[in-house]
């Protein structure tokens, strides 16, 4: 099963992943995170990808294209795909990919959340540098205040990317060239799921959960 997680940057598609993951046995693939890790690892993909994501710009298609197309062949064509694809160049580059494996997108999850809540949510957000896990300063706290509760005496940090004036910068980056995807999903006949993602982190799981099966059970 292969599926597409949208919605704008903050909505909370990694902490809904993380559950769709486990309940599907999928394998959860986030372009962010990936980006990420190369620059942790200081690749040349890494350094490429720096300066666009520390202003709040989108990596060029082509660079998130070919990471991803690889990354989706090791999942074996079983995954949940969040921050991809952010443009329609990459989502027609993606139908490409699959068409020629014989795969397909079995639906669109769409997180549907105002500008103002997520703005809240990505200003709040600290991650473990060593887990990756994901904490809120006032909606998902750790159990001792600026610590991951799974690594003792690891210090919580913020992304250099959801320093507020960043984050303006990557809603504008939304609006322009990320919101289209959903209308070219549409389009094309994809099954596209609308969830609010404007309430408590349970209830959108149920919500996701629920509409999935009901898709899964009318074939
Ligand atoms: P995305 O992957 O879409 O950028 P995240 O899953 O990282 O978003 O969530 C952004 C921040 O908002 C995190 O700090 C997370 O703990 C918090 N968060 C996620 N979903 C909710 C929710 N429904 N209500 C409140 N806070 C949330
Ligand atoms: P995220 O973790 O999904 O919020 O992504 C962080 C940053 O990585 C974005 O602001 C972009 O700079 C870059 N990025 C992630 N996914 C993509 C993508 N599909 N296309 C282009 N840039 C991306």
Redesign the pocket.
């Known amino acids: 099963m292969i599926l597409v997680l949208l919605g704008p ?1 903050g909505a909370g ?2 902490t809904q992943c993380k559950r769709i993951i486990e309940k599907y046995e999928l394998v959860h693939l ?4 990936l ?2 890790s190369q620059r942790a690892a200081g690749t040349e993909l890494g350094k490429k ?1 720096q300066e ?2 520390d202003s ?6 082509r660079v ?1 294209i070919d990471m ?1 197309a690889g990354a989706i062949a090791s999942a074996g064509g079983n995954c949940v795909l ?6 329609v160049v ?1 989502a027609q580059e993606l139908d490409k990919e699959l068409t020629g494996k014989g795969q397909k997108i079995d639906a669109v999850v769409n997180l549907v959340v105002d500008d103002a809540v997520v703005e809240g949510r990505m200003t709040g957000r600290r991650s473990c540098p060593a887990c990756g896990a994901v904490y809120h300063i006032d909606t998902l706290k750790p159990k001792a205040e600026g610590f991951c509760d799974k690594c003792p005496k690891q210090e919580l940090v913020q992304r250099p ?1 959801d320093k507020p004036e960043v984050v303006k910068q ?1 809603l504008v ?1 939304y609006h322009q060239q990320t919101s289209a995807v959903v209308g070219y999903y549409s389009k094309s006949g994809q099954k596209v799921l609308d969830i609010n993602a404007d309430g408590p982190i349970d209830d959108i799981t149920a919500e996701i959960f629920a509409k999935l099966d009901s898709l899964a059970a009318a074939g």
């Open positions: 940057p598609k990694g986030s372009s962010g995170d980006l990420r990808a666009y994501m709040g710009q989108l990596v060029p298609d998130i991803m969040d921050g991809f694809p952010r443009t990459q990317d990557r980056t």
